[in-house]
């Protein structure tokens, strides 16, 4: 079992940047497979990224790729995700999630469960 807390969102403007955090309470982070999902109002949930237990694959939803990264610190039991260069598409709740395993080779088809509350990103154009 883990327990996932979202903190780091908020609104922007076209271009800027924020970071979201996701601390994890529980035993075993490194047993977790880390993700993040976004969902828009009126649109389906979307895989945004995801990460390996120790950092070394990680992968992006093409619509991020090249403007958002995902990182983690096993010492802190949390996983961030730096967005920069904001666009308006970016507006959304943005979801930690955890798989109970240390790599995922298909992370976005993936039905993790374990999720956070969500926290809102806003960008205004």
């Known amino acids: 079992q883990v327990s996932l807390v979202e903190h780091g969102g908020g609104s922007v403007e076209t271009g800027g940047s924020l970071r979201l955090s996701c601390s994890a309470s529980?035993?075993?982070?490194?047993?977790?497979?880390m993700g993040w999902f976004r969902r828009a109002p009126g649109k389906e949930r979307e895989f945004v990224a995801g990460i390996s237990w120790n950092g070394g694959r990680d992968y992006y939803a093409d619509s991020v790729k090249g403007r958002f990264t995902i990182s983690r610190d096993n010492a802190k039991n949390s996983v961030y995700l730096q967005m920069d260069s904001l666009k308006p598409a970016d507006t959304a709740v943005y979801f930690c999630?955890?798989?109970?395993?240390?790599?995922?080779?298909?992370?976005?088809?993936?039905?993790?469960?374990?999720w956070g509350q969500g926290t809102q990103v806003t960008v205004s154009s």
């Open positions: 529980g035993n075993q982070f490194t047993s977790y497979y």
């Open positions: 999630n955890a798989a109970s395993c240390p790599e995922l080779e298909y992370p976005g088809l993936y039905e993790y469960p374990y």
